[in-house]
């Protein structure tokens, strides 16, 4: 059974950074991407970036392309979202979640295009 784990979310001011993590199990194919979702209070959630499993295939929101990076570290089943130059706008409760290989990074941006969620971590941008 797919895992999915994160870490990391808190509380941070404007301009600030913040680096969530995300421990995955339980896949047996490499043939998936993996990545973040976030949904702010009363929005629906929104793909803001994934990275493939086992190349360097990406998929970036326009809004956090610049600032936000993702790596990972496969001998760890480890991803990693590196969040700078925070704004309130990003605020918001951040889900790792993974997805099969569909062909395409579009399906990153949205969540028919992901098969497995983490429970989420909250993620605050405030004076």
């Known amino acids: 059974q797919v895992q999915l784990a994160e870490s990391g979310g808190g509380l941070v001011q404007p301009g600030g950074s913040l680096r969530l993590s995300c421990t995955a199990s339980?896949?047996?194919?490499?043939?998936?991407?993996i990545g973040w979702f976030r949904q702010a209070p009363g929005k629906g959630r929104e793909g803001v970036i994934c990275i493939g499993h086992s190349d360097d295939r990406k998929y970036y929101k326009d809004s956090v392309e610049g600032r936000f990076t993702i790596s990972r570290d496969n001998a760890k089943n480890t991803v990693y979202l590196q969040m700078n130059s925070l704004i309130p706008e990003d605020a918001g409760v951040y889900y790792c979640a993974a997805g099969f290989w569909r062909g395409s990074t579009w399906f990153c941006s949205t969540e028919g295009g992901m098969d497995y969620w983490g429970k989420g971590t909250l993620v605050t941008v405030s004076d």
């Open positions: 339980g896949f047996t194919s490499d043939d998936y991407v």
